[in-house]
C-alpha cells in the first residue's frame, strides 16, 4: 500500500514536471517570435538565465492557472455566460501579466494584447501535455478518475458505487436527429462511433418511434421526462383564462409545465433516483442540474442550472479552448452562409445578424459544458443522467436538415460520444449509453418564401383585417436561441406579448409548421359556427390554401371537425388515416391529431401546412427550412438507440393494464420504456409528491 502511493506520488510529480519543462520551452520559443513578449533585461542575458527567467515565469502562470483562475471564475458567474466566454482571453492575458512581475528583477514583459495570445497558446499547450501524459498511464488515468470520483460522492453524501454493482445509464438526446438522418449518417461514415455500434453483434439496435401531433422538444421531452405531456398542443400556445402565451423554451412556462406533469403524474420524474439533467428544458426531477431552463426562472439557492458554466470554466485550459472553437464556429457559419448565398441555393434563409453568435453557443459552448458535465456524472458513478444536445436541431434550422453544414454537426457530435465511451472504461461503475432523439426534421422552404406572406397576413386577410403591403417575416424561435438569452441574462420570448395588445385581433402563433390561432374576445374554444358568423371567409381562405394540409375547428354540431381543401369536412370522430385531409400524412396522424383535441388549451383553429410524401417536404410557418413541430415526414420519426442487453422498447412499454404495442407511439410511451429499462438495473424509481 505504502509502496503503491509513493510510486503514484512520484509519478504525478514527474508529470508535474513535464508539464513545466514543456511549458518553459512553450514560452520561450514564443518570446523568440513575438516582437513585443521579453524575457530578458534589455542589456541581454545568458541562456541559462533566459532559460531560468522563462521557468519562473511558466511556474508562476500554472500556479495561478491552479489557484486563482477557479476564484475568478465563482466570482464571475453573475456575468452572463456569453460574456464570460469572451473574458476568458483577457482574463487569462491578465494572469500571464501577473506571473511576469512575480520574475525577480522585473526581466519579463509584453504588451497586454501579447500576452492575452501567450497565455492561451501556453494554456493549450499545457492541456495537451497534461492529457497526453495522462492516457499514456493507463494505472494514473484510473486511479485519477476513482479518486475524483470518491471526492464528488463525499461532497455530494451519495454512496456511489463501484464496479461490481449495478449499472448506471446515460440517456444523450441528439436534439432534432430523425430515425432516417441516424441510419445514413452511420451508413456513410459520418458517425463511426453509431455504426460500429449498429454493426456489432453485441452492441445495440435500432429503432424509429413516432411523436405526438406536436413534434418538438417541449412536448416530447416533458413526456420522456415526467411521463406527461397532456395539454401542450405546440411549441407556444395561448391560454385565454390568463392572457399568456406560453413557450417551451421560457423559463417560466418551462417551470409550470414541469409542474403541471408532476401534479398530472404524481411523480417527480425519471431522474428522481440519484439521477442528473443536463442542457434541458425540464429537471425530469433529477438533484444535479446543468443548463436546465425550467430551473433558470428559480431563484436563491434552488437555482442551481448555471453551476455547469462555473464546472467547466473554472479549468482554463478548458475555457481557451472552447473560447477559440467559438471563434472558429462563428467563422465557420459566416463562411457556409456566404458560400449558399453566393451559389443561390435554395430554399435559402438569413443568417446574419446575432445568429452566428447562437449557432456558435449552441455547437460549441452548450456542447462543451454538457459534455463535460456528463462525463463528471460517471466519475461520480451517477444511477442515471440524461443530456441533450441542441448542435444538430439549431443548424439543421437554418442549413437543412441533411445539408453539408449539418452533417458536419453530426460528425462532431459523434466524436462527443466517442468521449464519452472512452471514459466509460474508466468509470467506478458500468455504464449503459442510450442514444435518443425527441423528434426528427423535415426540409421545405418557409411558407411566407413560398406564397409571399405570413400565416399571420393570412389569417389578418381571410378576416377582413388590415394587412401590412410587405409581407413580415415570423421570427424564428429554438431553444438554442432562448438558452443563449438565459445566458445573457435577458428575458424570453419578450415580444410576442405585444401580439394580444388588441383583443379583437387573433393571436396567430407558429411551432415549425404547426400554426394555432385563438380569438381573446371569444370565451372558451370558439367553434365553426362563430367564426363563419364573424369572418365568413377565415376558414375556407385557410383550407384551400395550397401551403396548408389541414385545419382542426370545434363544431357546435358535430364536434370537433377536420378541414381541408375542396370543402373536405370530416368529424374527428371519423378521422382514418390514409384518407381525406389526412391522407398526406401517413400512419398515426389521425389518433395524434384525436388526442390533441382533447387537451384544455387546444387553440380555436389548429393549421398543419401541406405535406409532399414524395419529397418529405412541408412549409414551416416561421424563418425556418428544417422545421419540427406539426404533422408531415421526418419530424414525427425520431429514433431509440438502446444496448441490446436491454429488454425491447415495445415490452417496456406497455402500460399498465395494457397490451403490448405493436410500435413505440409517443413521448410518454419512451418514457415509459426508460423508466423500465432504469428498474431492470436499479428497481423501482422513487415517486415524490407534487408541490
Not at 431563484?299 to 442550472?305: C, P, T
Amino acid at each position: 500500500m505504502g509502496d503503491g502511493r509513493w510510486r503514484s506520488a512520484g509519478s504525478a510529480l514527474m508529470r508535474v514536471i513535464v508539464v513545466w519543462a514543456v511549458s518553459t520551452l512553450t514560452m520561450l520559443a514564443l518570446a523568440g517570435i513575438l516582437p513585443d513578449f521579453q524575457l530578458q533585461s534589455d542589456d541581454g542575458d545568458s541562456v541559462t538565465k533566459t532559460a531560468f527567467t522563462a521557468a519562473w515565469g511558466a511556474g508562476a502562470f500554472g500556479l495561478l492557472s491552479a489557484l486563482v483562475w477557479p476564484v475568478l471564475v465563482r466570482a464571475l458567474l453573475i456575468v452572463p455566460a456569453l460574456v464570460l466566454g469572451m473574458l476568458v482571453f483577457f482574463l487569462n492575458g491578465s494572469l500571464l501579466l501577473i506571473a511576469l512581475r512575480l520574475i525577480p528583477d522585473g526581466r519579463g514583459a509584453a504588451a497586454p494584447e501579447t500576452a492575452v495570445v501567450v497565455a492561451a497558446v501556453m494554456s493549450a499547450v499545457a492541456s495537451a501535455t497534461s492529457t497526453a501524459l495522462a492516457v499514456r498511464d493507463d494505472n494514473a488515468y484510473t486511479r485519477r478518475l476513482s479518486r475524483l470520483a470518491e471526492r464528488r460522492r463525499r461532497r455530494s453524501g451519495t454512496g456511489g458505487a463501484d464496479g461490481e454493482g449495478p449499472p448506471g445509464t446515460v440517456f444523450i438526446q441528439l436534439d432534432g436527429v430523425g430515425h432516417d438522418v441516424l441510419a445514413q449518417a452511420a451508413a456513410e461514415g459520418l458517425m463511426p462511433t453509431v455504426a460500429h455500434w449498429l454493426a456489432d453483434t453485441e452492441g445495440h439496435r435500432l429503432t424509429p418511434w413516432r411523436t405526438d401531433w406536436s413534434s418538438q422538444t417541449g412536448a416530447s421531452q416533458l413526456g420522456i421526462l415526467h411521463g406527461s405531456n397532456h395539454d401542450v398542443p405546440a411549441f407556444r400556445w395561448y391560454e385565454k383564462e390568463t392572457g399568456d402565451i406560453m413557450v417551451s423554451s421560457r423559463p417560466a412556462s418551462a417551470l409550470e409545465l414541469q409542474r403541471r406533469a408532476i401534479v398530472r403524474t404524481h411523480d417527480g420524474g425519471l431522474l428522481t433516483l440519484d439521477g442528473a439533467s443536463r442542457g434541458n428544458l425540464f429537471s425530469g426531477g433529477a438533484d444535479q442540474l446543468a443548463l436546465v431552463l425550467s430551473m433558470a426562472a428559480r431563484r436563491g439557492k434552488g437555482r442551481r442550472s448555471r453551476a455547469g458554466y462555473f464546472a467547466y470554466f473554472s479549468d482554463p485550459a478548458n475555457a481557451v479552448r472552447t473560447a477559440l472553437s467559438f471563434v472558429a464556429e462563428v467563422g465557420r457559419e459566416i463562411g457556409q452562409s456566404t458560400r449558399a448565398r453566393i451559389r443561390k441555393q435554395t430554399p435559402r434563409i438569413k443568417r446574419g445578424g446575432l445568429y452566428p453568435f447562437i449557432r456558435a453557443f449552441a455547437t460549441v459552448v452548450e456542447r462543451d459544458v454538457v459534455v463535460a458535465a456528463v462525463i463528471g456524472d460517471m466519475f461520480a458513478g451517477r444511477t442515471a443522467v440524461y443530456a441533450d444536445l441542441v448542435a444538430y436541431d439549431e443548424v439543421a434550422h437554418h442549413s437543412g436538415p441533411r445539408s453539408r453544414d449539418a452533417e458536419k454537426v453530426l460528425a462532431r457530435l459523434d466524436r462527443s460520444l466517442a468521449l464519452i465511451v472512452k471514459v466509460a472504461e474508466h468509470t467506478p461503475r458500468t455504464y449503459r449509453v442510450v442514444l435518443l432523439s425527441d423528434h426528427g426534421q423535415s426540409p421545405g422552404e418557409t411558407f411566407s418564401g413560398a406564397y409571399g406572406l405570413t400565416l399571420k397576413d393570412l389569417v389578418r386577410a381571410g378576416s377582413g383585417l388590415p394587412v401590412p403591403r410587405r409581407a413580415q417575416r415570423t421570427r424564428s424561435g429554438s431553444e438554442a436561441r432562448d438558452a443563449v438569452r438565459i445566458a445573457l441574462h435577458r428575458p424570453v420570448a419578450e415580444g410576442e406579448k405585444k401580439q394580444v395588445a388588441k383583443a379583437s385581433d387573433p393571436v396567430v402563433l407558429a411551432s415549425g409548421n404547426l400554426g394555432l390561432i385563438s380569438f381573446p374576445d371569444i370565451d372558451g374554444r370558439a367553434s365553426q359556427e362563430q367564426l363563419d358568423r364573424r369572418h365568413p371567409a377565415l376558414l375556407s381562405t385557410l383550407a384551400n390554401h395550397p401551403g396548408i394540409g389541414f385545419l382542426l375547428v370545434r363544431s357546435e354540431s358535430d364536434g370537433s371537425v377536420v378541414l381541408g381543401r375542396g370543402g373536405a369536412r370530416v368529424p374527428v370522430a371519423e378521422l382514418k388515416d390514409g384518407q381525406g385531409p389526412l391522407a398526406p400524412f401517413g400512419p398515426g396522424a389521425a389518433d395524434a391529431v384525436r388526442r390533441t383535441d382533447t387537451f384544455p388549451h387546444v387553440a380555436d383553429v389548429m393549421v398543419n401546412s401541406m405535406h409532399d410524401p414524395g419529397t418529405g417536404s412541408v412549409h414551416a410557418f416561421e424563418e425556418q427550412i428544417g422545421s419540427h413541430g406539426g404533422l408531415g415526414g421526418e419530424q414525427s420519426r425520431p429514433f431509440l438507440l438502446w444496448p441490446r442487453g436491454l429488454s425491447d422498447p415495445l415490452d417496456a412499454a406497455v402500460a399498465e393494464g395494457g397490451e403490448r404495442p405493436a410500435e413505440l407511439v409517443g413521448a410518454e410511451a419512451v418514457h415509459r420504456v426508460l423508466r423500465s429499462w432504469l428498474r431492470e438495473a436499479s428497481g423501482p424509481q422513487v415517486p415524490v409528491r407534487s408541490e
